[in-house]
């Protein structure tokens, strides 16, 4: 097993030091220095650069055949951070009280280093996996991925050919002294949009009728008031099934998932929970309001923006459809981004699956290795799409407090965590390897 945390450390610190929000990106620095470490250690690389400083990573360990490759996925890009509103600055990755603090330990640079320094150790020592095992590292999955994956596979054609892609998207998780293991098959559909509004301007201290920012403001007042139904889908029915068996809560007794959500008090418990909220119905998040400019200056236009994630069996035009009509006549509703295929999601009765669930228990005894959703997006989608069995999993135990910093304040992952996502990678790999 490889115990090489402190090298872990120093690199994911490393890698935190090196700015790569996005916008704008300048992921090509981070390239390099990954490639610099890989080339130390023997391996193929190829650089793929797609825009001024920004530039996506291939590595290569040669297999024994020529079947389909396996693919390890991690992208360089992180959201940005505020440093004043931070406790430790966030692109120092300075190690405080045994955690490496900075934009990006958890999401995702800690993943790519595990992914790595596996790689190179099973290129130590001399095991030579069925076929090409590669290393793929990209830019610009904080802001859709055009440069970053669906670059790389318009590029590249054996990517199109994977056998199976692990990324990010699930990890262990420890809630109540329980501990599970999430492996993401599958992802909630993005279908975020604004709402604007076009009014009269004037004075402040002459109120009228047509007021830009009134209407967009009774608008999201209508979208924010409707409550989405509560709606069990397979995975989230199984993962659900798995953790929650048998609990007793304050009026229910746990027992299946489509039974106990008729329970009043159990969608109350839903509801409290940000997790299971998010993993039973629709969301509809408001992230940016824009309207006017001057405190004494009614403005003429004005606009809401909302982030909106959909449970995979939902239609997208039938809620835009809802949303019109919950918006009312008096805004647009303009969806954001292009209009992307449904996400498909990643079959979990595979050998993938019960590999990994053997190397977990085999790590940390029997516990529950179940199929999740994840709420956000990620580039998995793009293989998925192609119909590739692609999972989301990092062998890191994290309470939800640590996964909320993630994109959050204080972002950070612990040196434990380091040497748990080390170990557990590694012994993946090797399965994988061998498959």
């Known amino acids: ?29 981070a390239v390099l220095f990954l490639e610099s470490c890989l080339k130390k250690e023997g391996l193929s690389t190829e650089i793929f650069p797609v825009a001024p400083k920004r530039a996506n990573l291939m590595a290569r360990l040669k297999g024994k055949s020529k079947e389909k490759p396996i693919v390890f996925l991690s992208h360089i890009d992180v959201v940005p951070a505020k440093a004043e509103d931070w406790e430790v600055p966030p692109f120092s990755g300075e190690v ?25 150790q099973l290129h130590r020592d001399g095991i030579t996996p069925e076929r090409d ?4 590292a990209t830019c610009d999955e904080e802001v859709g991925g055009q440069c970053g994956v669906e670059y790389m596979l318009k590029e590249v054609d054996e990517l199109r050919q994977a056998s199976f892609v692990l990324s990010e998207g699930g990890c262990i998780v420890e809630e109540n002294g329980c501990i599970h293991a999430q492996v993401s098959v599958a992802e909630k559909k993005l279908s975020q949009f604004s709402i604007e509004a076009k009014g009269t301007g004037g004075h402040g201290s002459m109120p009228h009728h047509d007021n830009a920012n009134e209407k967009v403001l009774g608008a999201a007042n209508d979208i924010m008031s409707h409550r989405w139904p509560l709606k069990p889908t397979g995975i989230v029915t199984t993962y659900l099934n798995g953790i929650l068996k048998g609990k007793k809560g304050k009026g229910f007794t746990y027992t299946d998932l489509c039974e106990t959500l008729r329970n009043r008090h159990f969608q109350e418990y839903v509801e409290n929970n940000l997790v299971y909220n998010a993993l039973l119905r629709n969301t509809v998040t408001v992230t940016i ?16 923006s909302f982030d909106a994630r959909l449970l995979p069996s939902e239609d997208r035009q039938a809620f835009f459809k809802k949303i019109r009509l919950l918006a009312g006549k008096d805004v647009e509703v303009i969806p954001i981004g292009a209009e992307r295929p449904d996400p498909r999601q990643s079959g979990y009765n595979t050998p993938y699956f019960r590999g990994i669930k053997k190397v977990m228990n085999k790590l940390m005894g029997p516990i529950p290795v179940l199929p999740f959703v994840t709420t956000g997006a990620t580039d998995l989608r793009y293989f998925r799409e192609l119909g590739i069995p692609a999972y989301g999993f990092f062998p890191v135990t994290l309470s939800n407090q640590e996964l909320f910093r993630m994109h959050g304040l ?26």
């Open 133 to 136: 095992i590669l290393f793929l």
């Open 289 to 304: 309001l824009k309207g006017g400019e001057k405190v004494n200056v009614i403005p003429t236009e004005s606009s809401i």
């Open 410 to 435: 204080d972002e950070r992952i612990s040196v434990r965590n380091m040497g748990e996502g080390l170990a557990g990678t590694y012994e993946i790999l090797k399965f994988l390897a061998a498959v």
């Open 1 to 29: 097993m490889m115990n090489d945390v402190d090298r872990a450390v120093s690199l994911l610190s490393e890698l935190i030091r090196i700015d790569t929000s996005n916008p704008p990106g300048n992921e090509e620095e």
């Open 96 to 120: 405080r009280d045994g955690f490496v603090y900075g934009r990006g330990a958890v999401d995702m640079k800690s993943q790519a280093v595990c992914q790595l320094l596996a790689l190179t």
